[in-house]
């Protein structure tokens, strides 16, 4: 089993539409969850850190299920400029608090 | 102007030619990584550097090495560079202390083994 898995998608997700993905990760003592972003040929780019307690930024919430050990990504409206792939990623310290890193999952919004 | 950048950002070369990317940082970050992506496979770390005198080897370090020359730069090299090494490869850095260490990427690196 891979420490960090996603579901590949695509999902494919008509414009204004609620689109939710999950993260799930293996090791119980992970202690730090983020969301990333990645357009096509770019480079990943933070979109949230995960807290225990949930959190939004705007059309997006991000929520942590420790007892069911994954993350999850919500995108409320979602808009044309939505379509990337989404990294999730994971550390603790027995990894040194390197990031491991979900494959991703691919989200195309449709007009 | 970007906090991490890489040159160069695209490279063709030939089997057997030894390559250098470069990585340079303005974030202040102690911590340096090397990631190679390839379609379908995600992100695998190649190395990374807790500082200048810390070189710690990753998932995929075969076939590559590398080099922190300062605390703002980390390069990578391919001794010997073979098609299977065609890739995107990104360089990445974070803080070294705290509890969060996300980390912030570069433009990334385009390479092709011919």
């Known amino acids: 089993r891979k420490e960090v898995e996603q579901d590949p998608g695509p999902f494919n997700v008509p414009e204004g539409a609620t689109v939710a993905f999950n993260c799930t990760y293996s090791?119980?003592?992970?202690?730090?969850f983020f969301w990333y972003r990645q357009d096509c040929r770019k480079e990943p780019k933070l979109l949230m850190s995960v807290y225990s307690s949930g959190n939004e930024d705007g059309r997006f919430t991000a929520q942590l299920n420790r007892a069911s050990q994954y993350i999850s990504l919500l995108i409320r409206d979602s808009k044309l400029s939505d379509s990337a792939t989404y990294l999730c990623?994971?550390?603790?310290?027995?990894?040194?608090?390197?990031?491991?890193w979900g494959a991703g999952t691919k989200l195309i919004i449709k007009p | 102007d970007a906090d991490v950048t890489q040159t160069p950002r695209n490279r063709i070369t030939k089997t057997g030619k030894r390559i250098m990317l470069e990585c340079s940082q303005t974030k202040g970050h102690d911590r340096m990584y090397w990631y190679r992506q390839d379609p379908g496979l995600g992100l695998r770390l190649i190395y990374y550097?807790?500082?200048?005198?810390?070189?710690n080897k990753g998932e995929i370090s075969d076939g590559y090495s590398v080099s922190r020359q300062a605390q703002a730069k980390f390069s990578l090299s391919l001794e010997s560079a073979i098609p299977n090494q065609t890739a995107l490869y990104f360089c990445a850095t974070s803080v070294g202390t705290g509890n969060s260490y996300e980390q912030y990427f570069g433009p990334g690196t385009r390479l092709t083994v011919t």
């Open positions: 990623a994971v550390n603790w310290k027995g990894s040194n608090y390197q990031l491991i």
């Open positions: 090791n119980s003592a992970s202690q730090s």
């Open positions: 550097s807790f500082d200048v005198k810390d070189i």
